[in-house]
C-alpha cells in the first residue's frame, strides 16, 4: 500500500490554493444556485404544521393549543420569507414546543 502523501508540486507564488480556482466557477453557490430553481417551501414543516392542526382539533385543545400552532406558523411564514437557517429552527423549535404541550395534555386525559 502507497502511503505517500499526495504532493501538488510547488506553489506558484505562495498562494496556490488561490491560482488554481477557476474564475468562472469562483462563487461556487452563485454559480449552481443561479441555475437551478431552488423550492423555497419546506415540506417537512408543512406537514408537521397540518398534523399538529389535526391533533388539536381531535384533542380538542382549545385556545392554548391554538396559540401554540399560531406561534409555529408564524415561525413558518418567517423562515419562508428570510429563507434563513436560524428562522427554519426556531420553526422547528416551535414544532416540539407545540407538540410536547400536546404530549402533556394527552397524558392527562
Given at each position: 500500500m502507497n502511503r505517500h502523501r499526495y504532493n501538488p508540486g510547488p506553489p506558484g507564488n505562495g498562494n496556490g490554493?488561490?491560482?488554481?480556482?477557476?474564475?468562472?466557477?469562483?462563487?461556487?453557490?452563485?454559480?449552481?444556485?443561479?441555475?437551478?430553481?431552488?423550492?423555497?417551501?419546506?415540506?417537512?414543516?408543512?406537514?408537521?404544521?397540518?398534523?399538529?392542526?389535526?391533533?388539536?382539533?381531535?384533542?380538542?385543545?382549545?385556545?392554548?393549543?391554538?396559540?401554540?400552532?399560531?406561534?409555529?406558523?408564524?415561525?413558518?411564514?418567517?423562515f419562508l420569507t428570510s429563507q434563513a437557517a436560524q428562522d427554519r429552527f426556531r420553526a422547528w423549535l416551535a414544532i416540539r414546543i407545540c407538540c410536547a404541550w400536546l404530549a402533556r395534555m394527552e397524558a392527562r386525559s
Amino acid at each position: 500500500m502507497n502511503r505517500h502523501r499526495y504532493n501538488p508540486g510547488p506553489p506558484g507564488n505562495g498562494n496556490g490554493a488561490r491560482q488554481s480556482a477557476d474564475p468562472k466557477t469562483e462563487n461556487r453557490s452563485d454559480y449552481y444556485t443561479s441555475r437551478v430553481k431552488i423550492n423555497r417551501a419546506d415540506h417537512w414543516l408543512e406537514n408537521y404544521l397540518a398534523f399538529l392542526d389535526h391533533e388539536i382539533i381531535a384533542l380538542k385543545a382549545g385556545f392554548i393549543g391554538r396559540q401554540y400552532l399560531n406561534c409555529a406558523e408564524a415561525a413558518y411564514r418567517e423562515f419562508l420569507t428570510s429563507q434563513a437557517a436560524q428562522d427554519r429552527f426556531r420553526a422547528w423549535l416551535a414544532i416540539r414546543i407545540c407538540c410536547a404541550w400536546l404530549a402533556r395534555m394527552e397524558a392527562r386525559s
